[in-house]
């Protein structure tokens, strides 16, 4: 087994989690099997309960973990799906420990961070990467090297020094320097404070790689080498790029692959990485492009819905088009006149995810004016809910048809709490969550999406269609295209997908097909939208069995 630890130094946010991924995919390009896993040093058990505006969107695993958004980065990246496992926090650590003591498992000891807690930490390391069969794993420490948080993740790592070979382990750490306009000048100071403040916790990097605006030019990658005791020929630059995908292309062509192939003993291999080097051209130099709107309450925080962008992209990339999103604040929306002003000049609508009620109404608005102007509509999870309080109120007529989770005395309650959740207490970890098979009937959009009659997806939410009101819905119009198969005591099983068979493309899923999408393989529904789109762009009057839809 090979470790690579990614740490990161001045400033959060610089970009570890791209790093690591595009590491991760240099080194799948040249044939290993790599895994990845990020620690958190936040007391929270998982991420399920963090507001996106302090931490961007809540990746879902196919087991069900409530993650950091990286895992969704390194999933798409190095094409694998990863588990629970490959997010370890400060609370499932201290939490599996305490409960270990509670158990009796240190009887006569005193537990203290060193060694039950590294320990445990080095144990869940360990453990990940030999379930996942991986030959290499990649394990990204969070937050900043001098955090009192992250303290004893970094005495964990450091101590792997002592428990594998030379040739089995290497530290990279991403560090800013900072590129000062007013004297036309990079900055190295902070570097060198970041690297001295590694050092003094027993870890002396093998790789720098300096994050800045623009590429940092050889003579000051030299100077940094000469003042972190790192060679010169392993400080790298890590500039802005405009696409993600491009970071792969940008490290291996200085080098990096080359670097951590001499470090950890292996074979020297030139890298495929043709996909990489057709999508980023495909991103610069599109054919086409298309504006869809995005409605959303957290649109000021794009990474709050980050698994969706990618999936736009990914389905631009399959599309040879540009998409580009116009973000449209939900609240906004408070008539039918300021949906038409609003997205009138979009080919597309997406209705979001999310939680409460602020903005419902305005989503509302926003799924009828693209159901009666056959604008093609895309509505995950409560956008799914919201297509079906807009069907129930405007052409069922029920009036005030409303989910429970926004009007618990709504007479026509159309969405409801799951029956099992009336049951459940507390809220980390408690909602539907993680892979769930869905049954697609034939003879609808969604079957020739996907080609095929039963698939998983990855869901995340407490509400579900009510069975009371299905059959009014179908025999109204309403297509429901997709069901739960095996549900025991609610007939066919729950709803997991609609849509509406005369128009160009209106589909709306209960789970979430985003976290699934990856940028060689794009989500179906994805990619049907943005096929859709572009059709409503070339020829607003297109029909819904346009072969464009089924791309």
Known sequence: ?????????????????????????????????????????????????????????VFVTGDGAETDLDIGHYERFLDIDLSRANNITTGQVYLSVIQKERRGEYLSQTVQVIPHITDEIKDRIRRTAQEQNAEIVVVEVGGTVGDIESLPFLEAIRQFQFDEDDQDLMYLHLTLVPYLVASEEFKTKPTQHSVSTLRGVGIQPDVLVLRSEKMVPEDVRRKVALFTNVHAGEVFSSPTVQYLYEMPLVLEEQGLGRVVEKKLGLEPIQPNLSFWQNAVRKLKHPADEVTVAFVGKYVKMPDAYLSILEGFRHAGIAHD?????????????????????????????????????????????????ARENRLPYFGICLGLQIAVIEYARNVLGLEGANSTEFDPYTPYPVIDLMPEQLEVEGMGG????????????????????????????????????????????IENGLTVSAVTPGVQGRGEGLVEAIELPQHPFFI????????????MRVSPPFSGFIGAALERKRRPTQSADSPALLR
């Open 321 to 369: 088009a540009r998409v580009n999103v116009k973000w449209v604040n939900a609240e906004d929306i408070t008539d039918l006149g300021k949906a038409a002003e609003l997205l009138g000049d979009v080919d597309g609508v997406l209705v979001g995810p999310g939680f409460g009620i602020r903005g419902v109404e305005g989503k509302i608005l926003a799924a009828r004016y």
């Open 1 to 57: 087994m090979k470790y690579i630890f990614v740490t990161g130094g001045v400033v959060s946010s610089l970009g570890k989690g791209i790093l690591t991924s595009s590491l991760g995919a240099i080194l799948r390009g040249r044939g290993y099997r790599v895994t990845a896993i990020k620690i958190d040093p936040y007391v929270n058990v998982d991420a399920g309960t963090m507001r996106p505006y302090e931490h961007g969107e």
């Open 508 to 519: 709306g899923l209960q789970a979430h097909p985003e976290l699934t999408s990856r940028p």
């Open 430 to 473: 408690t909602m539907r969550l993680g892979n769930w098979p869905m049954r697609i009937h034939p003879e609808t959009l969604l079957y020739k999406l996907y080609g095929k009659e039963l698939v998983y997806e990855r869901h995340r939410h407490r509400y579900e269609v009510n069975p009371a009101y299905v059959q009014r819905l």
